[in-house]
Structure formats: C-alpha cells, structure tokens
C-alpha cells in the first residue's frame, strides 16, 4: 500500500498511457532515445590521439556511457516526477518547463545548461567528424586536399571545414521536425554497413590483428537492431525525405568510383588541390598528427 501511495504521488503510474505500437513508432523511439547517447562513438573516431589505446579506450567508454546513462535515466525519472505525460508532450522544451517547475525564478539555469551542453556536444562531434574525413582522405578514400593541416596551427582545417560546409546542407535541407529521423537514419544505415564488414573480416580474416575483441553474438544482435531502425520508418510510414537521405548517400559513390577509384581528371583535381594548398594555408600532414 504505501508503494502504491508514492507511485501515485510520483505521477509514474500510467506514465505509458495511451502509447502507440507499430513498427514506425517503435523506430521513432528508438531514434528520439539513442539521439541522447550519439556521441559513445565520438571517442573511437580520435584513437590516434589516445595513449595506450587498447587500455584506455575500452576504459573511457565503458566508464563515459555508464555514467551517462545513469545520469540520463535519473534526468528522465525526475520529469516524469515533476510533469504530468501532457505536459511533457505539449512542452518545446521539457528541461526549461521542468526548471520553472521545480526551480521557479532560477529556470532560466535550465536553458544556460542545455545551451552549454549543446555547445560541447557540438564542439565534440566537429572535432571527431573533421577527424574521420582526415584519415579517410589519409588513406586515399577521398580527395588529397582533405588529408592536410594547417602549416602553423596544425589542425586539419580542410576537412573540419568540408565537415561544416556537410553539415550546413543536412541543417538547411531538413525540417526540424524530422531532423533527428532523418540524421538517425543515415547514422544507423551506415552503423549496418559497418558492422557487416566487421562480421565479414571476422569471419573470412580470422589472422588480422585485433587488439579490441567481443563475442560474435554482439555484432550480430547490433547489426539486426540497425536493420530494424532503417527498415521500420520506412515500412510503416514511407516519406520523401528518407528518398532524399539515400540519394545523398549514394552521391558519394558516384563522385567516389570515377575521381578517386579511377582518378579520373587528374590535372583539374591537381590544380585545385594545389589552389586550396595556397588559400587555406596547408600542406600534407604527418601520420601522428
């Protein structure tokens, strides 16, 4: 009796009422609640810059994503504490209508913090996406100019600005009400396309190096739960902007197969390499850069 008494003076009772299950909505979840943990990948991208990676990376995710997700699971409870389930749909902003709630003339604390953490979110994707760009042009995927830094600064100011001039058209060409749907669906199309290689070379390169090893089973099940998040969305509810999102991702191979793969055109990629050479200021960079 007196859980029953706390539950409901918690408003968790009920808290699911009125939920919908379908296969569309299940992946909308899933994209709305694994947006919050995106940046678990960020980490892996900037190895090169770890110290004894093979100890401290798996050290800093398993340490980063617990803390986050106890911390997250607590920030959840305490709105479904404080606010009823209509005030959390009818909210813009749930964090700064919780503040008021709980904080009153101190709510505008909440919407500094979710600015803050909005900045360091940002700041800690430029960074791990500029980085990707920059190994992947390093190993000849993409164009040379990518692949160099700045001559006094070192940083590899090409590809954080080609990560920018990206992410600008993403931002520009979707609606706000589908981002998260749309940037979620190229990230776990890709996360598939990733994980298949990797069961791939585990299977059919069982001799290659592996400093970081898991059982086979875990690959699989993540694999299987991307699958899910790509095909859901569009088989239950198809939109054009998923069409657009595919378009876009397989632009890059029509660009990539005749410019990189068969270096077509040298002399006008040799040109313009040399041309942002000259206006970014940047020159090859070393491998431990």
């Given at each position: 009796m007196p859980c029953t008494v706390i539950v409901e003076n918690l408003k968790l009772e009920n808290a699911f009422k009125g939920t919908q299950y379908s296969l569309g909505t299940l992946g909308m979840a899933f994209y709305q609640g694994l947006w919050s943990y995106a940046g678990w990948y960020n980490l892996n991208y900037v190895t090169e810059e770890l110290k004894r990676p093979e100890v401290n990376l798996p050290r800093a995710v398993v340490i980063a994503i617990s803390l986050v997700t106890g911390l997250y699971l607590l920030v959840n409870v305490s709105y479904l504490t404080v606010m009823t389930p209509k005030?959390?749909?009818?909210?813009?902003?749930?964090?700064?209508?919780?503040?008021?709630?709980?904080?009153?003339?101190?709510?505008?604390?909440?919407?500094?913090?979710?600015?803050?953490?909005?900045?360091?979110?940002?700041?800690?994707?430029?960074?791990?996406?500029?980085?990707?760009?920059?190994?992947?042009?390093?190993?000849?995927?993409?164009?040379?100019?990518?692949?160099?830094?700045?001559?006094?600064?070192?940083?590899?100011?090409?590809?954080?600005?080609?990560?920018?001039?990206?992410?600008?058209?993403?931002?520009?060409?979707?609606?706000?009400?589908?981002?998260?749907?749309?940037?979620?669906?190229?990230?776990?199309?890709?996360?598939?396309?990733?994980?298949?290689?990797?069961?791939?070379?585990?299977?059919?390169?069982?001799?290659?190096?592996?400093?970081?090893?898991?059982?086979?089973?875990?690959?699989?099940?993540?694999?299987?739960?991307?699958?899910?998040?790509?095909?859901?969305?569009?088989?239950?509810?198809?939109?054009?902007?998923?069409?657009?999102?595919?378009?876009?991702?397989?632009?890059?191979?029509?660009?990539?197969?005749?410019?990189i793969h068969y270096k077509l055109c040298p002399g006008l990629l040799t040109k313009l390499t040399v041309f942002l050479q000259l206006f970014l200021e940047v020159a090859p960079a070393e491998k431990n850069l």
């Amino acid at each position: 009796m007196p859980c029953t008494v706390i539950v409901e003076n918690l408003k968790l009772e009920n808290a699911f009422k009125g939920t919908q299950y379908s296969l569309g909505t299940l992946g909308m979840a899933f994209y709305q609640g694994l947006w919050s943990y995106a940046g678990w990948y960020n980490l892996n991208y900037v190895t090169e810059e770890l110290k004894r990676p093979e100890v401290n990376l798996p050290r800093a995710v398993v340490i980063a994503i617990s803390l986050v997700t106890g911390l997250y699971l607590l920030v959840n409870v305490s709105y479904l504490t404080v606010m009823t389930p209509k005030e959390l749909m009818s909210s813009s902003a749930v964090a700064v209508t919780w503040g008021n709630k709980v904080l009153g003339s101190w709510g505008w604390i909440m919407s500094v913090a979710a600015a803050l953490s909005a900045f360091g979110s940002l700041n800690g994707t430029f960074f791990s996406g500029g980085r990707v760009c920059f190994v992947a042009a390093r190993e000849g995927h993409m164009p040379d100019i990518l692949a160099m830094a700045h001559i006094h600064r070192l940083t590899p100011s090409p590809a954080l600005i080609f990560t920018t001039i990206i992410s600008l058209v993403v931002v520009c060409l979707c609606l706000s009400d589908i981002f998260v749907a749309v940037v979620s669906f190229t990230a776990w199309f890709f996360y598939a396309i990733t994980l298949s290689g990797l069961i791939y070379l585990k299977i059919k390169k069982p001799e290659l190096p592996r400093p970081y090893r898991v059982p086979i089973i875990l690959p699989i099940l993540v694999l299987i739960a991307a699958i899910f998040l790509v095909l859901a969305p569009i088989i239950d509810k198809p939109q054009i902007e998923y069409l657009y999102v595919t378009l876009f991702i397989f632009s890059g191979v029509i660009i990539y197969i005749p410019f990189i793969h068969y270096k077509l055109c040298p002399g006008l990629l040799t040109k313009l390499t040399v041309f942002l050479q000259l206006f970014l200021e940047v020159a090859p960079a070393e491998k431990n850069l």
